[in-house]
């Protein structure tokens, strides 16, 4: 079972940049899809970022479209999230994920297809 734990998260002004980055121990890492999720206070955990074994393949959801990119390092077992743009809508804790399933894309992008999770990290942006 991967281990995964972020960093990088903080409190930004709107227009502000974050690159969060996710650590992961305990497992082949290399076969791992990742992903980012994020909660915000009073709603429920939403999909943000996925990325294939290699870093080939990224998906986003519409919010992040433009402004966020996922990228991994497969000798430093590491995933990132870089974030430009930020507004105050992007408050949230933001989680890095860990799935053994095959990377599918667009679809890729629900709670149950990760099987391991970080603890999360804060990111507040003021307006």
């Known amino acids: 079972q991967v281990q995964l734990v972020e960093s990088g998260g903080g409190l930004v002004q709107a227009g502000g940049s974050l690159r969060l980055s996710c650590a992961t121990s305990g497992g082949t890492f290399s076969s791992y899809a990742m992903g980012w999720f994020r909660q915000a206070p009073g709603k429920e955990r939403e999909f943000v970022a996925g990325i294939n074994w290699s870093g080939s393949r990224t998906s986003y959801a519409d919010s992040g479209k433009g402004r966020f990119t996922i990228s991994r390092d497969n000798v430093k077992a590491v995933v990132y999230l870089q974030m430009i743009n930020l507004k105050p809508e992007d408050t949230a804790v933001y989680y890095c994920?860990?799935?053994?399933?095959?990377?599918?894309?667009?679809?890729?992008?629900?709670?149950?297809?990760?099987?391991?999770w970080g603890q999360g990290t804060q990111v507040t942006v003021s307006s």
């Open positions: 994920a860990a799935s053994k399933l095959p990377y599918r894309g667009s679809g890729f992008d629900t709670e149950t297809d990760f099987g391991s």
